[in-house]
């Protein structure tokens, strides 16, 4: 038996067929230009009059068709991210901020996750992008082959790059890394550090780069000594055996009362080794970090931090596509970072034994 159809209901008449725009105008009272105007997120559209066909919509529970509104407008309102390490806090909160950002602006974020960061995989990650119906692409790289890499890429849309510096490259959104270490190095130089020590991140990484550039600068600009860099790979383990490496230097009697350690996590693993060698932390030994993971004020002490603002990042990343997609200029700005001052740094106690 078939059972009539209510043509008032939107269960009945989801149905029968699919719920369309002209079904929404009807609920609405309004044109089905006027229902087009604000799904596609037109401005020209009276508040009132957007307020009765949201209500429509979520009252028929109608959901636009992505394709079909593509083929109409041109723009399918879908961003591409080529990203890699998502398993590193830095990429995967940049990769958050972008999706909230994308989506609080009307925008699908469709990712494609390259394992390796090498050149060949971010253009191949991008070029993937370029085959889908995608408005823009931004591609996340802080290693300096695979960044190079990007002005040769033909992405047929617009590509914008997140980066650690923007290095010449207009269409680049970038943290001020040299600006955190800057905060770093000169909180502790205040604080009557005669000099700070470096754990800084991989050999090809530009964050770990720019980070360590200007670390050295302020340590000349202050007329201190600039001791000799330790390296890290951005996690715990490597930040530990650094820790190590300091307290044989300082038994050896170097002087070694402060550190500014490239990121949060290999600052965990050298506050270990520290705790494990019976220095203090700030009393011996004072601690700056960089990024301010979600633990960092629960470290034991609370880590003294560089605050990199991930979802002001993908605001800025955002505009940027927008701007670019509809050719409106824009002026590169880097996304700023904040000094967290919280228990792992202090003034210097002056152990006889530095005091020559």
Sequence with gaps: MVRPVDSSGPADLGATRSLGMSDVAARAGVSHQTVSRVVNGHPNVAVATRKKVLEAI???????????????????????????????????QTLLGLEQAAREAGYFLTVSVFDDDSAGNLIEAVERLATQAVDAIVALSTYEGAVCALPEVDSRVPLIAVQAERDGQD????????????????????LGHRTVHHVRGPANALEADARERRWRLELEAAGAPVPRVLYGDWWPPTGYLAGRELLARRRGGEEVTAVFVANDQMALGLLSALDEGGIRVPEDISVVGFDDVPEAPYYVPSLTTVRQDFTALGRRVVQV????????????????????????TAPPLRDARFDR
């Design 171 to 190: 269409l680049a959104v970038w943290v001020d890394q040299e600006a955190g270490a800057a905060l770093a190095t000169r909180h502790l130089l205040d």
């Design 321 to 344: 596509v927008l701007a670019r997609i509809s050719g409106t200029p824009i002026q590169p700005a880097p996304v700023q970072p904040h000094l967290m001052v919280r228990s792992t």
């Design 58 to 92: 979520a009252e028929l529970g109608y959901r636009p068709n992505s394709a079909a509104r593509a083929l109409v407008t041109g723009s399918s309102r879908t961003i591409g991210l080529a990203i890699a390490n998502v398993s590193q806090y830095g990429p995967a």
